[in-house]
Nanobody, 125 residues
């Protein structure tokens, strides 16, 4: 498994921006998916964005345009930039990693075998 440590969460005002980071230990997969999920209190965990080992990205339809996922391969660090923050973005944000199996899925957290402990994002209006 890959060790993942998220950071960058905190409190922010609606309309602002935050950049989350996820430091990863050495990835052992030949090809992989790395994704961001979030979970708000009382709600199911939902996928937000993914990036694969080729650099291809995908987003949950509802968040495309406000969220930007990127990865610095030299630093083994995954990022998620959240713009135009909304109170409904309040959640624990998790990064996850797993082998690429032909596609990356935001709908099935079970496809990821490594998870960080999360970083809390709280947005006030």
């Amino acid at each position: 498994q890959v060790q993942l440590v998220e950071s960058g969460g905190g409190s922010a005002q609606a309309g602002g921006s935050l950049r989350l980071s996820c430091a990863a230990s050495q990835l052992t997969y030949n090809r992989y998916c790395m994704s961001w999920f979030r979970q708000a209190p009382g709600k199911e965990r939902e996928g937000v964005a993914y990036i694969n080992s080729n650099g291809n990205t995908g987003y949950a339809t509802s968040e495309e345009g406000r969220f930007i996922i990127s990865k610095d391969n030299a630093k083994n660090t995954l990022y998620l930039e959240i713009n135009s923050l909304k109170p409904e973005d309040t959640a624990m944000y998790y990064c996850a990693a797993g082998p690429w199996v032909g596609y990356c899925s935001l709908a099935d957290p079970g496809r990821y075998d490594s998870w960080g402990r999360g970083t809390q994002v709280t947005v006030s209006s």
